[in-house]
């Protein structure tokens, strides 16, 4: 015969509170990575598009200044021989001083950065239909965009899963 004298037994589960709390968050950050596919919106892509052109232009006028420098001191390296000879640039501080004159103006003139600015906008339709069409700037400037939203959609889906999972196993 069984007799119960007001005992109880609790049941603990096997899976600890802190692996319920990181499965939550990783599968939080997870659900979050689909921001990956969200539509990408036509100010974002121009205004994106035109940080990389920005970027690329300042990074091209400080491998100039560099070769600059080197050949101030009659000692230019074959790595600023070959940008300089990307770029179209003759082994002259005259060339170099005026291709970062023209580099510095195509991301500063006003009416420069409108047309650029217009050209991306015009191409929009035509670079999410077919990403082929797209040139290096433009690819950049997408996969850019996609991917911040990747990060920031796992940064706060991981926060809401954790927030989640917390709120889920307080005081059991």
């Known amino acids: 015969m069984y007799t119960d004298y007001g005992s109880s037994y609790t049941q603990y589960s ?3 509170e802190r692996s319920k709390r990181l499965g ?3 599968l939080g950050g997870a659900f979050g990575m689909t921001c990956y596919y969200l539509p ?21 006028i400080a491998d100039l200044t560099k070769a600059a420098n080197e050949i101030t001191k009659n000692k230019l ?17 005259d060339a170099i001083k005026d291709k970062c004159k023209n580099l510095k ?6 009416t420069t950065v409108k047309a650029m ?12 239909k077919d990403a082929s ?8 400037a997408m996969s850019n965009i996609k ?3 990747f990060k920031w959609g796992m940064g706060i889906g991981a926060a809401l899963g954790a927030a989640l999972s917390l709120l889920a196993t307080k005081d059991r």
Not at 105 to 110: A, N, R, V
Not at 117 to 128: E, G, I, P, R, T
Not at 133 to 140: C, E, N, P, W, Y
């Open 24 to 26: 939550a968050t990783v």
């Open 133 to 140: 069409l797209m040139d290096t700037v433009t690819a950049k």
């Open 14 to 16: 096997t899976v600890s």
């Open 105 to 110: 103006e195509s991301i500063t003139d006003p």
């Open 77 to 93: 390296s074959n790595e600023s021989k070959i940008i300089l000879h990307q770029l179209g640039v003759a082994e002259t501080l």
């Open 147 to 149: 991917w911040n939203g």
């Open 40 to 60: 990408v919106t036509k100010a974002g892509f121009i205004n994106e598009s035109y940080r990389v052109t920005k970027r690329i232009a300042e990074k091209d």
């Open 117 to 128: 600015k217009k050209d991306f906008s015009d191409n929009f339709k035509k670079y999410k």
